[in-house]
């Protein structure tokens, strides 16, 4: 329907129709006469101004308007205005006569008769206090929020925008360029395109938000994340944007804070190393390439600490977590490129920490199994020398098992899995060293979870008997002693070893019935074999007590019993702890004093793989020293452990206690142990360890 009344209705109707317009209008309506008295006002004046028909009609506006105006100057411009003949239009603030304070947009304008003659004023007034409080409320938003806002006019590229917007990019006004050409030449090229899309998105389709943190070149030349929401404001007829507008918010600590977040998830807290998740992914990387390109090899290096647990529960966490943060910082220094031995430049790799000691290498794009067998025979030996942390000096063996690609399985979580099933399978055959995964060892697995239960059987069927390796004195090459060594035989899994089970009984408590059965039966053993004495001096018989039996109230008594009981005199008896354990508590100390009390010796075991440095030597009620097998087997190749062994047998020599090295496999560290001093040896070169019929046969061809 036509706004006006069609030219064809008469005139008295077209003012008929104007009039209720004007009457029912929102906005305020005055008519007044060319002197300037009201003839009419509308229901909105009445509501605007608070003042009524009868107080309104056949007053001058001017009165009207100078009683409700708040505002001199105001008013002052509506009079001259009126004077000239001339209409004005602007916002003043009117006091109605209820007191209350409005905001009006005033449009007062003259009307002419058909000569041009003034012939009356027309005045519209539309009530802005809403509009006003709500832009003063959106301001105070802004302000509060620290937002800056923006605008564009798209036909001709001018941008504007707030001080707290140029304070956010770090530009004076004038260095900030106005134009829209100016603000996306600031623009992070990564973030360009994506921003121009999206604008475009906007003023093609306003139902397409935009909403975008993008980077821009701070005034301080760095780049700093801004997000910038906004949409087209206004459109010509034919729905082309004029103008866009939005605010923009300063997200630069927000992102710092998500990539610290995303580098958080990604990274071990302690070492810094890449964490389990990165490993993951790599591997499944890994993992498709290998599918895509069948050439293609790679490795998974598993590796356990082999005494952490240990120095975490003695020496407390802190001690634990320096030494995790030296052993990272070493395994990567290991793994530095430029190394002369291992070219490990040739490939990639990744240093990761998956939780406890557990760290993994990833390999990438060796050139074979033998790569990947180089590299972890370099750690082992790396990894291997000592650490001090402050005033303790760690020893620690590292166990490594690998997966490469040839044997690897089919996702990343299974390739991790067995190669820490290869990591036991080294741990159980001896610790220090690499074990290569084959598919065989998964149900290996699967049976040692049976081990626990099979173990409390294994007593009572007689599954369990003890082998006795021989000592020789390393001078005269006389037979000197023996150690009595424990042994399962499980009937489905063979021979177990005591470096598995023993650790088993100790956690469930059976180590009690089994120390007290290796006692009784080593000793009924010994005593049978009746060796005499050769040379003057008596072979002693040397059993391995484990941690939890000396931390066992009846354990001395039992070694008497077991003396007694098979007419063993005290001095055969030698009882072995390890060099950690004996230095613990005052509980262990004071036990090991009692076993010294019945006149049994007391041989320190597996020496130097501990952290109780030379200097407490003598603080041991000791008097054997049995130098490890890892020291031993380095002697021959290593300054560093042969400095040691000597330094050992020296500071043995001067407390008067007797030397052991343990495992001698070969001549030469047979004659090398007996060069540096050590007064007995044992190992697979003299004997392995022997059940008691072979080991009297071996005793007599000797
Ligand atoms: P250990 O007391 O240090 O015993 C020496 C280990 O080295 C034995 O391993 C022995 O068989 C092995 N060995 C000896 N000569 C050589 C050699 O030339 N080369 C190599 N590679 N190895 C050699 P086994 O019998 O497997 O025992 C391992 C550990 O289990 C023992 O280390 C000891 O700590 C513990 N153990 C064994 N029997 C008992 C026991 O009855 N009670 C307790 N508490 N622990 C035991
Ligand atoms: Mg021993
Ligand atoms: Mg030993």
Same mark, same amino acid.
């Given at each position: 329907?036509?706004?006006?009344?069609?030219?064809?209705?008469?005139?008295?109707?077209?003012?008929?129709?104007?009039?209720?317009?004007?009457?029912?209008?929102?906005?305020?309506?005055?008519?007044?006469?060319?002197?300037?008295?009201?003839?009419?006002?509308?229901?909105?004046?009445?509501?605007?101004?608070?003042?009524?028909?009868?107080?309104?009609?056949?007053?001058?506006?001017?009165?009207?308007?100078?009683?409700?105006?708040?505002?001199?100057?105001?008013?002052?411009?509506?009079?001259?205005?009126?004077?000239?003949?001339?209409?004005?239009?602007?916002?003043?603030?009117?006091?109605?006569?209820?007191?209350?304070?409005?905001? !009006?947009? +005033?449009? #007062?304008?003259?009307?002419?008769?058909?000569?041009? *003659?003034?012939?009356?004023? $027309?005045?519209?007034? =539309? %009530?802005?206090?809403?509009?006003?409080?709500?832009?003063?409320?959106?301001?105070?938003?802004?302000?509060?929020?620290?937002?800056?806002?923006?605008?564009?006019?798209?036909?001709?590229?001018?941008?504007?925008?707030?001080?707290?917007?140029?304070?956010?990019?770090?530009?004076?006004?004038?260095?900030?360029?106005?134009?829209?050409?100016?603000?996306?030449?600031?623009?992070?090229?990564?973030?360009?395109?994506?921003?121009?899309?999206?604008?475009?998105?906007?003023?093609?389709?306003?139902?397409?938000?935009?909403?975008?943190?993008?980077?821009?070149?701070?005034?301080?030349?760095?780049?700093?994340?801004?997000?910038?929401?906004?949409?087209?404001?206004?459109?010509?007829?034919?729905?082309?944007?004029?103008?866009? !507008?939005? +605010?923009? #918010?300063?997200?630069?600590?927000?992102?710092?804070? *998500?990539?610290?977040?995303? $580098?958080?998830?990604? =990274? %071990?807290?302690?070492?810094?190393?890449?964490?389990?998740?990165?490993?993951?992914?790599?591997?499944?990387?890994?993992?498709?390439?290998?599918?895509?390109?069948?050439?293609?090899?790679?490795?998974?290096?598993?590796?356990?600490?082999?005494?952490?647990?240990?120095?975490?529960?003695?020496?407390?966490?802190?001690?634990?977590?320096?030494?995790?943060?030296?052993?990272?910082?070493?395994?990567?220094?290991?793994?530095?490129?430029?190394?002369?031995?291992?070219?490990?430049?040739?490939?990639?790799?990744?240093?990761?920490?998956?939780?406890?000691?557990?760290?993994?290498?990833?390999?990438?794009?060796?050139?074979?199994?033998?790569?990947?067998?180089?590299?972890?025979?370099?750690?082992?030996?790396?990894?291997?020398?000592?650490?001090?942390?402050?005033?303790?000096?760690?020893?620690?063996?590292?166990?490594?098992?690998?997966?490469?690609?040839?044997?690897?399985?089919?996702?990343?979580?299974?390739?991790?899995?067995?190669?820490?099933?290869?990591?036991?399978?080294?741990?159980?055959?001896?610790?220090?060293?690499?074990?290569?995964?084959?598919?065989?060892?998964?149900?290996?697995?699967?049976?040692?979870?049976?081990?626990?239960?099979?173990?409390?059987?294994?007593?009572?069927?007689?599954?369990?008997?003890?082998?006795?390796?021989?000592?020789?004195?390393?001078?005269?090459?006389?037979?000197?002693?023996?150690?009595?060594?424990?042994?399962?035989?499980?009937?489905?899994?063979?021979?177990?070893?005591?470096?598995?089970?023993?650790?088993?009984?100790?956690?469930?408590?059976?180590?009690?019935?089994?120390?007290?059965?290796?006692?009784?039966?080593?000793?009924?053993?010994?005593?049978?074999?009746?060796?005499?004495?050769?040379?003057?001096?008596?072979?002693?018989?040397?059993?391995?007590?484990?941690?939890?039996?000396?931390?066992?109230?009846?354990?001395?008594?039992?070694?008497?019993?077991?003396?007694?009981?098979?007419?063993?005199?005290?001095?055969?008896?030698?009882?072995?702890?390890?060099?950690?354990?004996?230095?613990?508590?005052?509980?262990?100390?004071?036990?090991?004093?009692?076993?010294?009390?019945?006149?049994?010796?007391?041989?320190?075991?597996?020496?130097?793989?501990?952290?109780?440095?030379?200097?407490?030597?003598?603080?041991?009620?000791?008097?054997?020293?049995?130098?490890?097998?890892?020291?031993?087997?380095?002697?021959?190749?290593?300054?560093?452990?042969?400095?040691?062994?000597?330094?050992?047998?020296?500071?043995?020599?001067?407390?008067?206690?007797?030397?052991?090295?343990?495992?001698?496999?070969?001549?030469?560290?047979?004659?090398?142990?007996?060069?540096?001093?050590?007064?007995?040896?044992?190992?697979?070169?003299?004997?392995?360890?022997?059940?008691?019929?072979?080991?009297?046969?071996?005793?007599?061809?000797?």
């Amino acid at each position: 329907m036509p706004a006006l009344p069609p030219p064809t209705a008469s005139l008295e109707e077209r003012l008929k129709r104007l009039a209720l317009v004007a009457e029912r209008s929102s906005n305020a309506v005055l008519l007044a006469s060319a002197d300037r008295r009201v003839e009419w006002v509308n229901d909105a004046f009445i509501t605007l101004t608070g003042l009524s028909a009868q107080e309104s009609i056949g007053e001058r506006f001017g009165v009207l308007l100078a009683r409700g105006s708040a505002d001199p100057s105001a008013f002052e411009q509506f009079a001259q205005a009126v004077h000239q003949g001339r209409g004005l239009k602007r916002e003043i603030n009117i006091r109605a006569t209820s007191g209350l304070a409005r905001w !009006a947009l +005033v449009d #007062l304008q003259p009307m002419h008769g058909a000569l041009g *003659e003034l012939s009356g004023w $027309v005045l519209v007034a =539309t %009530d802005l206090t809403d509009v006003r409080a709500q832009q003063q409320l959106l301001s105070l938003a802004v302000d509060g929020a620290g937002l800056g806002t923006w605008q564009w006019d798209v036909p001709n590229g001018a941008m504007q925008c707030n001080d707290r917007l140029l304070q956010i990019m770090g530009y004076e006004r004038a260095q900030m360029g106005m134009s829209a050409k100016a603000w996306n030449a600031r623009i992070h090229p990564e973030d360009f395109h994506a921003w121009i899309d999206a604008v475009k998105a906007q003023l093609k389709d306003p139902a397409v938000p935009l909403r975008m943190s993008i980077r821009l070149r701070h005034g301080s030349e760095r780049w700093v994340w801004i997000m910038f929401v906004g949409a087209v404001v206004d459109r010509s007829i034919d729905g082309s944007p004029l103008q866009m !507008a939005g +605010v923009a #918010l300063d997200v630069q600590a927000q992102k710092a804070m *998500e990539h610290e977040l995303r $580098v958080a998830a990604r =990274t %071990d807290g302690l070492t810094q190393l890449p964490n389990r998740s990165v490993l993951l992914q790599a591997i499944e990387l890994a993992i498709q390439r290998r599918r895509a390109q069948p050439g293609y090899q790679y490795a998974v290096l598993f590796m356990d600490f082999d005494r952490f647990k240990h120095v975490n529960d003695t020496l407390g966490h802190s001690v634990g977590d320096a030494l995790l943060r030296q052993i990272a910082t070493r395994l990567q220094d290991s793994l530095r490129p430029g190394d002369r031995l291992i070219h490990t430049s040739d490939f990639a790799h990744l240093a990761a920490r998956i939780g406890g000691d557990e760290f993994v290498v990833l390999l990438d794009d060796i050139r074979g199994d033998l790569d990947a067998e180089m590299v972890a025979s370099r750690l082992i030996d790396m990894l291997s020398l000592p650490y001090t942390i402050g005033s303790h000096r760690v020893v620690s063996s590292v166990s490594i098992g690998i997966v490469t690609s040839s044997h690897a399985a089919e996702d990343a979580d299974s390739v991790l899995r067995d190669a820490d099933i290869a990591m036991y399978e080294a741990k159980r055959t001896g610790r220090a060293r690499y074990v290569l995964f084959d598919p065989s060892m998964r149900q290996q697995v699967n049976a040692s979870v049976s081990l626990e239960s099979d173990l409390r059987q294994a007593l009572d069927q007689n599954e369990l008997f003890v082998v006795y390796q021989p000592l020789v004195d390393l001078h005269s090459g006389a037979f000197a002693g023996v150690e009595a060594l424990m042994r399962w035989r499980h009937p489905q899994r063979g021979m177990v070893s005591p470096v598995e089970f023993i650790p088993v009984a100790e956690a469930n408590g059976l180590i009690g019935a089994l120390g007290q059965f290796v006692l009784q039966t080593a000793c009924k053993a010994f005593a049978a074999m009746a060796f005499g004495t050769l040379q003057g001096r008596q072979p002693t018989l040397a059993v391995n007590l484990s941690r939890a039996q000396l931390l066992q109230a009846g354990l001395v008594a039992d070694v008497q019993d077991a003396l007694r009981a098979n007419g063993l005199s005290p001095d055969q008896l030698v009882l072995e702890v390890t060099e950690s354990l004996a230095a613990q508590d005052a509980q262990v100390i004071d036990t090991l004093h009692a076993i010294r009390g019945l006149g049994v010796a007391l041989s320190l075991d597996d020496f130097g793989t501990g952290y109780s440095s030379l200097s407490c030597l003598h603080a041991l009620p000791v008097n054997f020293v049995k130098v490890d097998r890892s020291f031993v087997s380095m002697a021959q190749s290593s300054d560093y452990h042969r400095v040691l062994i000597e330094a050992t047998i020296r500071m043995a020599q001067t407390l008067g206690l007797e030397t052991v090295a343990e495992g001698i496999e070969t001549e030469g560290q047979a004659s090398l142990m007996a060069a540096l001093g050590c007064d007995k040896g044992q190992g697979y070169l003299f004997s392995r360890p022997l059940e008691p019929d072979a080991l009297m046969a071996w005793v007599q061809a000797r």
